[in-house]
């Protein structure tokens, strides 16, 4: 399967700030990407489908202008939640669609975003 | 998307066999059926995904009825390294379709 990298692993920001999150397929090149959030103790909440070389496209109750979300290569997507609050804080991972036939994502290690 | 529902948490021991039902009573004729793995603090981990009958790897069994309105994943003699959240998600194979996480099941192995 492939590997996906996430950078950083975690981060501790001040509220207002910007933080970016990378992620990375490593060793296939990924038309589609995902990223998800995931609160403690709970499950994975889908936000955003992002698609190489055009906008992403935002779940429901995700707020666009807030996530920003950039695919510019196969090889990387990245999540920059912009003015941060603590109410942001929470555990971050993409993941990469695997081959169309098996419908199979593979995970990032996931980024932890801490907002004082 | 079909909606899943799996017991919230189970507890089982070392060296047993654990099978944990999802019940899907909403699938779609193209839908799949696939079980991921979490531990804390790290992205989920394909275990396993089939559309009928039964599948095997290296890692778990998934059984099917004729039905498909649910489904059984089957850990052979567990330890306690499996301890971990497995999600049961259905989702169809059309080009690429996005996946929806239920609340899962919380495994507990104790020694």
Known sequence: GAVVSQHPSWVICKSGTSV?????????????????????????????????????????????????INHASLTLSTLTVTSAH???????????QGLAEYNEQFFGPGTRLTVL | LAKTTQPI????YEGQEVNITCSHNNIAT????????????????FIIQG????????????????????STLSLPRV?????????????????????????????????
Do not use: H
């Open chain 1, 20 to 68: 970016k999150i990378e992620c990375r397929s490593l060793d296939f090149q990924a038309t589609t990407m995902f990223w998800y959030r995931q609160f403690p103790k709970q499950s994975l909440m889908l936000m955003a489908t992002s698609n190489e070389g055009s906008k992403a496209t935002y779940e429901q109750g995700v707020e666009k202008d807030k996530f920003l």
């Open chain 1, 86 to 96: 603590p109410e942001d804080s929470s555990f971050y991972i993409c993941s990469v």
């Open chain 2, 9 to 12: 948490s189970m507890d089982s």
């Open chain 2, 30 to 45: 193209n839908d799949y059926i696939t079980w991921y793995q979490q531990f804390p603090s790290q992205g989920p981990r």
């Open chain 2, 51 to 70: 559309y009928k009958t039964k599948v095997t790897n290296e890692v778990a069994s998934l059984f099917i009825p004729a039905d498909r309105k649910s």
């Open chain 2, 79 to 111: 330890s306690l390294s499996d301890t971990a959240v497995y999600y049961c998600l259905v989702g169809g194979l059309s080009g690429y379709s996005t996946l929806t996480f239920g609340k899962g099941t919380m495994l507990l192995v104790s020694p």
